[in-house]
């Protein structure tokens, strides 16, 4: 069809219904304000390079995925994100959970844990157990995974500013079960930045906050090498009201920053970049949301790529948690 032929057809075809249905149009601009046509045709490809924007999946940049055959090849891993009331019930969640087929946890911590206050601390009070676990010392740690063999789940913890103690009481608990910390998969939030601009629990300023970051990196490195040092929120913009490219600028941002932090504290970008994962929104724009992916990654592969010189292809590739 060339240009001529699509401008006949829309003349012919939807004009028309334009005409009849005004409504209709309104359909076609996305929740970010991304106006999309009714249709497409190869026309409209604008002499588009398709080993520059696309490539294949598994190679550099990326866009069509890490691995080659993607989620056929291996599903992705189904967390529930869960925690209430006491570290007993969630630990009844948890166990009811793994039971049923979940291969990892996902473990929601209550705001007095995120901003570092113990349950009976009176800034407390009327928030302990609301909206996850209550965490203030290693019994509770240890009651929270209780009967539940770590060294066989992968844990993800939603957790920012106190993340590097969290962190420190589930090796603590692992190492009483008798693992050494590298047998230990799982994932910490620790993305401290994007609370200052989107949720608020934060505990210190920001310079010292990047340090605590940072310092999680190094010591997953030596000693936790299979756990995500880190989960880059994008998410968390988009609730703020981030359309969805304006998700990704101030997610890329963060990341950078931690990235050259890391760096800047005499780390190779090597050494931890390939444990860096992400965590974006899934909104109802299907289409919308798969570009806003295939960006992403093509996105990071040359951020990582070109400017801060990283030749691992590992370092390249974005991993990243996806939550409605």
């Not at 998969?185 to 601009?197: C, H, P, S, V």
């Not at 931890?272 to 295939?294: D, P, T």
């Amino acid at each position: 069809m060339t240009s001529k032929d699509k401008k006949e057809w829309l003349d012919k075809t939807l004009r028309p219904l334009e005409e009849r249905f005004p409504k209709r149009r309104k359909v076609s601009d996305t929740r970010s304000g991304i106006h999309t046509e009714v249709s497409y045709t190869p026309e409209d490809l604008n002499d588009f390079d398709h080993n520059e924007k696309l490539g294949y999946p598994g190679e550099f940049p990326y866009a069509r995925g890490i691995q080659p055959n993607m989620y056929r090849g291996r599903l992705w891993t189904m967390r529930q994100y869960s925690g209430f009331a006491s570290p007993e019930e969630s630990n009844r969640r948890y166990r009811f959970l793994l039971d049923q087929g979940q291969s990892g946890l996902s473990v929601a911590f209550d705001l007095p844990t995120q901003i570092g206050y113990d349950s009976d601390h009176e800034m407390a009070l009327g928030e302990v157990g609301k909206a996850g676990v209550p965490v203030a010392s290693l019994a509770d740690m240890e009651m929270l995974f209780d009967g539940i063999p770590l060294g066989d789940v992968t844990t993800s913890m939603t957790i920012n500013a106190t993340a590097s103690i969290m962190l420190a009481l589930y090796v603590a608990v692992g190492r009483k079960q008798g693992l050494n910390p590298s047998a230990l998969g799982g994932t910490i939030q620790n993305d401290i930045l994007k609370e200052y601009i989107a949720r608020g629990t934060y505990i210190f300023p920001p310079k010292p906050s990047m340090r605590l970051v940072t310092d999680v990196f190094r010591y997953c490195e030596a000693n936790i090498p299979k756990w995500n040092t880190i989960s880059i929120s994008g998410y968390h913009m988009s609730e703020a009201g981030a359309s969805a490219v304006q998700e990704l600028a101030f997610t890329f941002a963060n990341a950078i920053a931690y990235v050259q932090a890391a760096i800047e504290s005499g780390m190779n970008v090597d050494n931890f970049a390939g444990r860096l994962s992400f965590f974006f929104v899934a909104q109802s724009n299907l289409f919308e949301e798969i570009a806003k992916y295939r960006a992403a990654r093509r996105m990071w592969a040359k951020i990582m790529r070109n400017r801060f010189g990283a030749k691992d292809p590992r370092s390249w590739m974005m991993r990243f948690h996806t939550q409605t």
